[in-house]
């Protein structure tokens, strides 16, 4: 499997953005999907995470009511909607895929299998 984000970028505080991340395989849909990101001196940290089909999504309480993350698996592609940014949102964002086909995501790296190369964000004040 391999994954490739896209979509990150400068945007001033209070802009959003769109992040994408496209997955190779014929088993897309069958694999739970996470963001994390990771700020510079910081661990990676959790972001958000859905389920194969969609229907269960988690969210870090820092992000909560200003991120979504949605999936097309049509399209083998993961999204993760950014409104409201803040300088805080500034880091390395990396999508992430589990394919032991779990409908309820995990919100802990090491569930995760496979890892894109990252999207930087940065958010200006």
């Known amino acids: 499997v391999q994954l490739v984000e896209s979509g990150g970028g400068l945007v001033q505080a209070g802009g959003s953005l769109r992040l994408s991340c496209a997955a190779s395989?014929?088993?897309?849909?069958?694999?739970?999907m996470g963001w994390f990101r990771q700020a510079p001196g910081n661990e990676r940290e959790f972001v958000a995470a859905?389920?194969?089909?969609?229907?269960?999504?988690y969210y870090a309480d820092s992000v909560k009511g200003r991120f979504t993350i949605s999936r097309d698996n049509a399209k083998n592609t993961v999204y993760l909607q950014m409104n409201s940014l803040k300088p805080d949102d500034t880091a390395v964002y990396y999508c992430?895929?589990?394919?032991?086909?779990?409908?309820?995501?995990?919100?802990?790296?090491?569930?995760?299998?496979?890892w894109g190369q990252g999207t930087q964000v940065t958010v200006s004040s």
């Open positions: 395989g014929r088993t897309f849909s069958s694999y739970a």
């Open positions: 859905i389920g194969w089909s969609g229907g269960n999504t």
């Open positions: 992430a895929a589990d394919n032991t086909g779990r409908a309820i995501p995990e919100r802990l790296g090491p569930y995760y299998s496979y």
